[in-house]
């Protein structure tokens, strides 16, 4: 491969995690990145200057000149950036959520299946090496406990705070439900969530008990208003306790055995999580124009589908509760 022409890739939106990407994109060992775009010609020039890459006022220019993109706009805008760049034959990486409607992900991965396109979504934590050493121990899992803490997000002139347009569920929290439907791998066969506006009129805290048809259940928490961040994840297995911190990557694993209960911690190899997942992407598409059929990224569009219909059934139950409780009386 190091021998091959490097794939031209692009990055549409210059917020924070546009610019991960870009500053990403260009030490990735298999792409060469052509250029960036947003709607705001300030920002996108800003970013530019930055990265001493080139800003694009168009973004269909933008699109011609690439093979594949990352789209790391608001997550309301995923379905209208992304829908005309796969109707124009490009691969795209579209940051988590896949779309802030079920209907829409289910239109972008019908039309990049139906066009051969990898559409990978950006659940950075799959690519987290604390992820990696519990699906290596997932075997016999009965309980998940999951906490997801964050501070209230800076304000942006001109727009909502990052994150606001969709509730904490969408936001924060399908991180969680997609480490949980990798780590049961079953159907879920109810769930009971809760969940309030506090500081924005979406909901900023929330939480959610999922029960499985093998009968291990998941408990996960989100804030977005916390004042200590939190990244944990407690797994508990027939013979195994796992404790793993995503932010430090680092844990302690207890396992019963023939002397009693044994205690081991754990040290996962530091990596970057989000080079990680760019470098797969970019992987996937090289593997897929070779191969003439899909090759499909470590988070492929329908399991970025799967996580947003279940974080749209939690919503959906929030709201039916706040409105029969009045709970949203005091938001806009």
Known sequence: MANEPKLKVGVVGTGVLGKYHTNLYRTAP????????DSDPKAAADAAKQFNVQAFNDLDELVERCEALTVAVPATFHYDTVMPILSKGRHVLVEKPI?????????????????????????????NPAMDFLEKNRNNTLFIEAHRLAKYPPPRPGHLRRGTEVSVVFDLMIHD???????????????????????SNTEDIANVRIKFVNGAVANITASRI???????????????????DYANSTGVIYRKGFLGV?????????TNALADEINDFVDAVIAT?????????KVTGEQGLRALEVADAICR????????????????
């Open 30 to 37: 298999h792409a060469d990145l052509v250029g960036i775009y």
């Open 99 to 127: 779309a802030s409607e079920v209907a829409q992900a289910r239109e972008m991965v019908k039309l990049a299946n139906e066009k051969g396109l990898v559409l990978a979504v950006g659940h950075v934590e799959r690519f």
């Open 177 to 199: 439900i997609d480490l949980v439907l990798t780590m049961v791998g079953q159907e879920i066969e109810k769930f009971d969530a809760v969940g309030v506006p506090i500081l």
């Open 226 to 244: 916390s004042a200590t961040p939190m990244r944990k994840f407690r797994v508990f297995q027939t013979d195994s306790y796992i404790s793993m």
């Open 262 to 270: 044994g205690k081991k911690d754990i040290k996962c190899t530091s």
């Open 289 to 297: 124009k070779a191969a003439g059929k899909i090759v499909p990224p």
């Open 317 to 332: 139950e929030i709201h039916d509760y706040n409105c029969k409780y009045g709970l949203y009386k005091f938001k806009k």
